[in-house]
């Protein structure tokens, strides 16, 4: 097998080929503009992908995930002082929110806090604030449930959201990009697409595509439908 090919199958980070150039380009104008974007989905619609790769590729991105042990307001804040590289960061909110202001005013840099949904309202403004004042762009991503509870947040109305984006499931683009990076061949790439749009999206392709190309290699035979079945059988079973 080719080097370049055995390369791409077995890397665990993002393959830049097969991102949605609408959410990069998001990251890119929030930025610029210094603004703030909302960007809602499903897992497996590639909103981390992105992410990671913009964080990687630009200076000046920081990249927070969120989880339930930072949904209050000192924790989210403390989560944004460590990827700033904020050393002895305050305990007290009020000066935790100073040094990232500090830190960030006058940058023109990026925050994306990353699976917001873990969020609480008082933590959501709080980020609200930091972009106003440290004039920053901030990209706030979550999930479905994000998605159906920013109706009814007041936090909204804090601060002028300049962009929202709700991905249902991956473009058609975002599969083929993904399919030609990973050298799929043509024969299989219809039931591929099917994949990419049940309950997981781009991250069960990922994982049933890694199956399948395993058990190719073990075989030394060309990927074919037997093997993407067997292993999103397989992937199935262990759901």
């Given at each position: 097998m080719n080097r370049e090919v055995k390369a791409i199958r077995s890397y665990s980070g993002v393959i830049p080929s097969a991102l949605n150039p609408g959410v990069v380009a998001g990251f890119a104008l929030t930025r610029e503009l210094q603004d703030m974007m909302v960007i809602t989905g499903a897992s497996g619609t590639g909103k981390t992908c992105?992410?990671?790769?913009?964080?990687?590729?630009?200076?000046?991105?920081w990249l927070v995930t969120m989880t339930p042990a930072s949904s209050n307001l000192a924790c989210c804040l403390s989560r944004v002082a460590r990827a700033m590289g904020i050393e002895d960061e305050p305990h007290r909110v009020a000066r935790l929110e100073e040094a990232i202001v500090s830190r960030a005013l006058g940058t023109g840099g990026l925050l994306i806090v990353d699976e917001a949904q873990h969020l609480r309202v008082a933590a959501l403004e709080g980020l609200c604030r930091l972009q106003d004042q440290a004039q920053i762009g901030i990209v706030i991503m979550g999930g479905e449930t994000f998605d159906a509870r920013l109706t009814n947040w007041t936090w909204r109305t804090c601060t002028p959201i300049g962009r929202f984006l709700a991905l249902e499931l991956p473009e058609e683009g975002d599969v083929t990009r993904l399919l030609a990076a990973w050298d799929v061949p043509c024969g299989v790439r219809e039931l591929c697409h099917w994949i990419s749009r049940q309950r997981g999206a781009l991250h069960a392709l990922k994982s049933i595509l890694r199956a399948a190309m395993f058990m190719a290699d073990n075989e030394e035979q060309e990927l074919n439908e037997s093997h993407i079945k067997a292993a999103w059988c397989d992937l199935r079973e262990r759901a």
């Open positions: 992105a992410a990671r790769y913009y964080q990687q590729t630009t200076l000046g991105v």
